[in-house]
């Protein structure tokens, strides 16, 4: 089936640094990918939807110059947290669209310190 | 418009009985309505889907049943594990745009 590679699994960084978190599909290409934020107990929030080749969507709310996305290739996505805080400590996950659905990475664990 | 509404919150069930989560939504055209499992730290997994010209999809113990007219899906999980202890989340999308996320139900399944 469908593989969405997700790294780093955790990451540990220090507030006003910054942090990028990279999502691969592993066996398909993903001409649209998705950024999800989730918080302890709670759903997973849409921040941004990422297509190959074009500027990134993102939902009302999420700062696009704090949330950095680029869609280089059909393969791969990233999302670079800049100038951390720690209210941007988060469990961050990726999704990638292929012809079995929608397809979640693993996720990555943020904490800003 | 765009909500899907979840429920329970919370579900104990036995080890052997059956575990149902509810969801509704409004927008009609939704057309894409899967289900996902997700255990602590780490991402949803899918379950099972369903497309709305359907009323029913089985897949080993995990079934959807969809009620177009109620606007209504449901998720039973038959003779419940402890294996099955995860948060569940339904889901809907429209046209392959993105998912829309119920709130989940936290399933604890107890031997």
């Known amino acids: 089936g469908a593989v969405v590679s997700q790294h780093p699994s955790w990451v540990i960084c220090k507030s006003g640094t910054s942090v990028k978190i990279e999502c691969r599909s592993l066996?398909?290409?993903?001409?649209?990918m998705f950024w999800y934020r989730q918080f302890p107990k709670q759903s997973l929030m849409l921040m941004a939807t990422?297509?190959?080749?074009?500027?990134?969507?993102?939902e009302q709310g999420v700062e696009k110059d704090k949330f950095l996305i680029n869609h280089a290739s059909l393969t791969l996505s990233t999302l670079t947290v800049t100038s951390a805080h720690p209210e941007d400590s988060s469990f961050y996950i990726c999704?990638?669209?292929?012809?079995?659905?929608?397809?979640f990475g693993s996720g990555t664990r943020l904490t800003v310190v | 418009q765009q909500q899907v509404k979840q429920s329970p919150q919370s579900l104990i069930v036995q080890k052997g009985g059956i575990s149902i989560i509810n969801c509704a939504y409004e927008n009609t055209a939704f057309d894409y309505f899967p289900w996902y499992q997700q255990f602590p730290g780490k991402g949803p997994a899918l379950l099972i889907a369903?497309?709305?010209?359907?009323s029913e999809k089985k897949e080993g113990r995990f079934t959807i049943s969809f009620n177009k007219s109620a606007k209504q899906f449901s998720l039973h999980i038959m003779d419940s594990q402890p294996g099955d202890s995860a948060t569940y989340f339904c889901?809907?999308?429209?046209?392959?745009?993105?998912?829309?996320f119920g709130t989940g139900t936290r399933l604890q399944v107890f031997p």
């Open positions: 369903i497309r709305p010209d359907v």
């Open positions: 990422s297509n190959e080749g074009s500027k990134a969507t993102y």
């Open positions: 999704s990638a669209r292929g012809n079995e659905g929608y397809t």
């Open positions: 066996d398909f290409q993903a001409t649209t």
């Open positions: 889901a809907a999308s429209y046209n392959t745009d993105k998912l829309i």
